[in-house]
């Protein structure tokens, strides 16, 4: 890929709005869409999900556990998705989570961000936990193939307020992590590689986002209880490259293709009103 994560997901949210579409295949979504709980079932759910949204909005992220629940053949269904969403236009963000040390972070790069790669996705989340450094290896390897890295932050689940508010050396964890992030993005144009997770419902963030120049996923729309009007709660009046991610409160529309995308639209169109530039 030549143009970088920046300039590909800037590309994608003005030609398709500012939304991510989340795709959790959870149990009781597939008994709701009268599919069954394996791989065929699965496999139903992702090719409608791309059928529905692959066409319309910037980003799809689908959530690498429920796909490993099913084994290598949901890993397979995986696989498919990536490939057959990326084609219809949309950038995948790969949610797996990931972080490591060293040869170990180096391998899990190589999975999801190597050119090749059967999993190789647009994007990926990485969970810092083990020291942002430690996640170099999969920061370089996107940056050098044109991919990008969204690290959690703030996240949306009561439980990580404990841990990523807690102060470190003046700052909290979670300034921390934006400061790194920003550092690896500086100087780069439009949008550097490095996104950030901050949940949609978390909050005042008391952080300091002006120097990130990344792009920031905002999950927890819908089903965890964050409205559009928490956007400007939690981010300013004009929040600089958010980008809101939904799953279940989308994906409760199907497994009707047109209510499906009509949902997703829906939400694209009433985040309208949150002036997202
Ligand atoms: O990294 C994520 O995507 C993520 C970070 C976070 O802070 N909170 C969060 O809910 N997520 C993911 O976003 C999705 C939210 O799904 P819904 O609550 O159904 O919209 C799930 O796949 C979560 O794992």
Not at 81 to 96: M, N, Q
Not at 178 to 185: F, K, L, P, Y
Not at 225 to 240: E, H, K, N, Q, Y
Not at 248 to 263: S, Y
């Amino acid at each position: 890929m030549s143009a970088s994560f920046g300039a590909r997901l800037t590309t994608a949210v003005s030609l398709r709005g500012p939304l991510c579409v989340g795709v959790d295949p959870h149990p009781a979504l597939l008994d709701a869409w009268g599919l069954p709980a394996t791989a065929a079932g699965l496999e139903r759910f992702a090719l409608t999900c791309v059928e529905a949204l692959a066409g319309e909005v910037a980003v799809l992220k689908p959530q690498s556990a429920f796909f490993e629940a099913y084994g290598s053949a949901g890993v397979a269904v995986l696989e498919r998705l990536i490939a057959e969403a990326r084609a219809a236009g949309a950038l995948v963000l790969l949610d797996v989570k990931r972080g490591d040390i060293g040869s170990t972070m180096a391998a899990y790069a190589e999975a999801y961000l190597a050119d090749g790669s059967p999993l190789a996705a647009d994007a990926v989340t990485l969970s810092p936990f083990l020291g942002f450094g430690s996640l170099a290896p999969a920061v370089d390897l996107a940056e050098r193939t044109g991919r990008g890295v969204f690290v959690l932050a703030l996240t949306s689940n009561p439980e990580g307020a404990a841990v990523q508010r807690a102060e470190a050396g003046g700052r909290s964890v979670a300034q921390a992590m934006v400061d790194e992030a920003a550092a690896r993005n500086a100087g780069a144009s439009p949008l550097g590689h490095v996104g950030l997770v901050v949940g949609a419902t978390v909050g005042s963030t008391d952080l300091d986002l002006s120097g990130l120049h990344g792009a920031i996923l905002a999950p927890g729309f819908g089903a965890q209880g964050a409205t559009v009007a928490d956007l400007s709660r939690v981010f300013g009046p004009s929040p600089r490259h958010v980008l809101p991610s939904s799953s279940r409160e989308i994906l409760r529309h199907g497994p009707d293709v047109t209510a499906l995308r009509a949902a997703a639209l829906r939400m694209r169109d009433s985040l309208a009103v949150a002036h997202l530039h």
